[in-house]
């Protein structure tokens, strides 16, 4: 079901399974924090996969701003304080103190930069990482990420920035028939299925969307020089990291980095694309379920 619940000042789209806002209920929630943008219909597929596996009641809540409709974004010009990483961090801290029972344990997921931006959020509440049984770190832009292929390119935009929202601005001015068949051209080349053709061209490739995304991208990339050991530590023996060697936004190197630091931490390294939501949303979610069982047997035996 889709909710509509105002975080930390903004009106953001929840996608949820069960009843993760029961205040009468103790059992546990799962919680996804998307990538950059932050757009929560591109993980409705994975969400869906994790609550069939889990039977646990499942929450996704995307980044402030990135899935608000173009006239409500006009209305927030002069607020952008609630969009940068400080505001994103009180945008979901909002959402797991304030609207999930304080009795429900949290199995909290973040993916790419959703991941650097969870594990700051573990790191600067103390009390949100005791209710958390398991984090699932999916393909994490946790350092460095200035130095990756993909963080290059990142640099290129940020250089060009408003050349690319013109860009985005024109590819909405097409006649529909032609950028729906432009995007269909790409889904099809790439073996990707075409039921993400309006979520890309009306969500991924709005002007209104993109221009508080690559912000928000620009600002993580400029906190994320060095890995924070500090918050990693805190979390170790909760997290799961999966990632893929092909992977141009975490580089194989980056997590060697991660298991030197932490070598008990639990790596899993899987081949699919960074974009896991596209097209591999089933093994990926068969990897955090298997995780997210384990944490619950362990738990239980405490």
């Not at 049984?133 to 200035?146: E, R, W």
């Not at 620009?218 to 990291?241: G, M, Q």
Request: glycine share 4%; charged share 20%.
């Amino acid at each position: 079901m889709d909710v509509y619940e105002t975080l930390n000042n903004v009106p953001t789209q929840l996608i949820a399974w069960g009843d993760p806002f029961a205040n009468n209920s103790d059992s546990d929630v799962i919680v996804i924090i998307p990538g950059c943008p932050g757009i929560p219909e591109f993980y409705r597929e994975f969400g869906a996969e994790l609550y069939e596996n889990t039977k646990l009641s499942v929450c996704i809540v995307g980044h402030a701003g990135h899935g608000l409709p173009s006239k409500q974004l006009m209305y927030m010009e002069n607020k952008k304080h609630l969009f940068n990483v400080r505001g994103q961090l009180c945008h979901k801290l909002d959402l797991l103190t304030n609207f999930i029972s304080h009795r429900r344990k949290l199995h909290l997921i973040g993916h790419s930069s959703g991941s650097w931006l969870l594990v700051e959020l573990l790191d600067r509440n103390k009390q949100l990482t005791k209710r958390t049984v398991s984090v699932n770190l999916l393909f994490p832009t946790l350092q460095k990420i200035a130095e990756t292929r993909n963080g290059k390119l990142v640099s290129v935009i940020r250089k060009f920035h408003h050349l690319t929202l013109l860009l985005l601005q024109l590819i909405q001015m097409l006649p529909k028939t032609i950028s729906h068949a432009l995007v269909r051209l790409y889904l099809i080349i790439n073996s990707l299925p075409l039921r993400f053709v309006d979520r890309i061209l009306y969500m991924y490739l709005n002007p209104d969307i993109e221009k508080y995304s690559l912000v928000l991208a620009y600002e993580i990339i400029d906190s994320s020089s060095e890995l924070n050991r500090t918050a990693i530590d805190k979390i170790k023996h909760l997290t799961n990291v999966v990632y893929s060697e092909k992977d141009n936004w975490t580089p194989a190197s980056h997590i060697e980095d991660l298991k030197a630091f932490e070598p008990h931490i639990s790596v899993k390294n899987i081949d699919v694309d960074h974009a896991f939501v596209l097209k591999s949303t089933k093994i990926v979610a068969q990897n955090v379920t298997e995780f997210i069982k384990s944490r619950l047997t362990y738990q239980s035996v405490l």
